[in-house]
């Protein structure tokens, strides 16, 4: 069995200060800013085993010129940044990072050469401490604004914090990521390959991935209409996008009330509280009950 959960979201925004406000306003206790040597900096959402990422370009001077077999990943995001803000990265969990890739080549996606990087990580108690990681890339040519990549953590005693992972709104993880796809079963090589296809389920317009933490739900354009109605979605574009995910809270009521106290336009559909893009920086935000 693949056990490649979800590990984070990448979200790109063009103000990184801003956006960190408008998490912390959700609710979310966020991490100091944190800044990369390619020119992109971020700040993190820790959950109980996955994360959200908010990213920006903070020096454009920096971002490396693109090199033959690897995958620019501040590039790709201020190329993104171009078009939209919004959700541009799904992140697995990984092991073994290496592994990762001689699989994702001897079965045919498109890879690229692993990455290693490290940084300094401050530390809810003022100090810091490195942090390290090393990344697996794996995109498709069907999905040219959205890629994947695996991440395997060198030192996660230093990155997981309690402190980091108590949310006023509850939150205990991202459930759940959701794509627009104009064929969600077209995509079932690519899915079937990164998570085992017995992992992957169609049904008419759309395509469910498990995963060891979290699912993954393309839905086409009448379903994802359907699923955030009357609301401000990415696009246009033709090809699959990321547009949305669901963090599970401990009480939905609590969540809803802390989000009207705090002036957040947060609508009721079904059983889910959703923020709607426009106000989310390009990003469909949902809050649905713990499972």
Request: glycine share 8%.
């Given at each position: ?286 809050f649905a009950q713990s499972r």
């Open positions: 069995m693949i056990d490649r959960g979800i590990d984070h979201l990448v979200l790109c925004v063009h103000d990184l200060d801003k956006a960190r406000a408008f998490y912390e306003q959700l609710g979310f206790t966020c991490t100091p800013r944190a800044l990369h040597p390619w020119g992109t900096g971020n700040t993190l959402v820790q959950l109980q085993g996955n994360f959200i990422e908010v990213l920006a370009i903070l020096d454009p001077a920096k971002l490396a010129p693109a090199a033959p077999g690897q995958f620019d990943f501040g590039r790709f995001n201020a190329e993104y940044l171009k078009k939209r803000q919004g959700f541009a990265m799904l992140v697995f969990q990984s092991k073994d990072a290496r592994a990762d890739h001689a699989e994702f080549k001897m079965n045919g996606l498109d890879s690229y050469a692993p990455f290693d990087f490290e940084r300094q990580a401050k530390l809810p108690d003022g100090s810091s401490a490195r942090v390290a990681f090393s990344l697996a890339f794996a995109t498709d040519k069907r999905m040219p604004e959205a890629a994947f990549f695996c991440c395997q953590q060198h030192a996660p005693q230093y990155f997981w914090k309690p402190e980091y992972q108590k949310h006023a709104n509850g939150a205990r993880v991202v459930g759940e990521v959701v794509m627009r796809a104009p064929d969600p079963a077209a995509m079932r090589d690519f899915f079937g390959t990164l998570q085992g296809f017995g992992s992957v389920e169609t049904a008419p317009g759309r395509l469910d991935v498990r995963t060891a933490l979290g699912a993954v739900t393309l839905l086409d354009r009448q379903r994802i209409a359907e699923r955030y109605p009357d609301m401000t979605l990415p696009g246009p574009t033709d090809s699959p996008i990321l547009v949305g995910y669901r963090v599970d809270v401990a009480d939905i009521g609590a969540a809803e009330k802390l989000l009207r106290a705090n002036n957040v336009a947060a609508r009721r559909h079904r059983d889910r509280l959703i923020v709607d893009p426009a106000d989310a920086f390009g990003v469909a935000i949902e």
